[in-house]
């Protein structure tokens, strides 16, 4: 009975692993430099949450780089700071879920000012070449499409898509419909 009790618990414990590494979180990291491209160590930079008013606060390291991993899936408003430098604003970042959002900051030893970025940038993953996008189910409802269960015919929507009429999966005349 103990033996059955134990080997219970083993398996539980095996189990809950892979779950407890399910995150859904982003990241973000940046550069910061001087008007001359001099890397800025000692760089105040505050990540805050939009909606939850959640807030990091990390420091550039001697490189003038930053990382915070681990945030919260959202939009934000970082803030990188420097005595002698002043304060620049970029809003609105958004952080998605295991994608990493680089916000660089050009700092300026005359700036005696705040200086706010309010426009958002293009959603553009520089840590890697892969096109990623998401559709959420209003979106897809909208479609088109007469056959919205399609996954290829969804696929043909976003970015990067390239149909082969010829051969693969979306074609029409596919294994089972060849005469």
Not at 63 to 84: D, T
């Amino acid at each position: 009975m103990k033996l059955r009790q134990f080997l219970v618990l083993v398996l539980a414990g095996l189990v809950g692993i892979p779950l407890a590494a399910q995150t859904v979180t982003g990241t973000m990291r940046g550069l910061i430099t001087d008007r001359s491209g001099g890397a800025l160590p000692g760089v105040t930079i505050t990540i805050r949450n939009v909606e939850t008013a959640f807030e990091r606060i990390v420091t550039t390291d001697k490189g003038g780089s930053y990382n915070a991993p681990f945030l919260p899936i959202g939009r934000y408003n970082v803030q990188a700071e420097l005595s002698g430098f002043g304060v620049m604003h970029h809003n609105n970042v958004r952080v998605d879920l295991n994608q990493t959002a680089v916000q660089d900051f050009v700092l300026d030893p005359a700036m005696q000012e705040t200086v706010t970025v309010a426009a958002d940038a293009p959603r553009i993953d520089v840590t890697d070449g892969e096109v990623k996008q998401t559709m959420r189910a209003k979106e897809i409802e909208s479609l088109g499409a007469p056959d919205q269960t399609n996954f290829l015919r969804l696929a043909s929507v976003f970015t990067g898509y390239q149909e082969n009429p010829t051969s693969g999966q979306d074609n029409p005349l596919s294994h089972r419909d060849r005469r």
